[in-house]
């Protein structure tokens, strides 16, 4: 059974950092995708980034791109998604995800498996 549990959200101020992991067990994840969604209230879930867990292809959003990384630790079996320079409209409910399609997608419904979430609030 496929898990993926999310950590490191909470408070922080505008301009600040946060990094976020995203523990991953059940099965081998080496032909998978691992994304990174945020919900904001009332607003759809939208990508943030995704890395193949090859390593070999990441995609941002427009909107992080430039403050946000991804990676990972295959040792580990977690990815990281290491937030800088965090604004007030970065906050949200940050979910990790899973594609089994090993195609670096931004739509939400080609993701497989989901976490719970972890929240990120940024203040100004």
């Known amino acids: 059974q496929v898990q993926l549990v999310e950590s490191g959200g909470g408070l922080v101020q505008a301009g600040g950092s946060l990094r976020l992991s995203c523990a991953a067990s059940?099965?081998?994840?080496?032909?998978?995708?691992m994304g990174w969604f945020r919900q904001a209230p009332g607003k759809e879930r939208e990508f943030v980034a995704a890395?193949?867990?090859?390593?070999?292809?990441?995609r941002y959003a427009d909107s992080v791109k430039g403050r946000f990384t991804l990676f990972r630790d295959s040792a580990k079996n977690t990815v990281y998604l290491q937030m800088n320079s965090l604004k007030p409209e970065d906050t949200a409910v940050y979910y990790c995800?899973?594609?089994?399609?090993?195609?670096?997608?931004?739509?939400?419904?080609?993701?497989?498996?989901w976490g719970q979430g972890t929240q990120v609030t940024v203040s100004s």
């Open positions: 059940g099965r081998t994840f080496s032909s998978y995708v």
């Open positions: 995800a899973a594609d089994s399609s090993s195609v670096v997608t931004t739509s939400r419904y080609n993701y497989d498996y």
């Open positions: 890395i193949r867990w090859s390593g070999v292809n990441t």
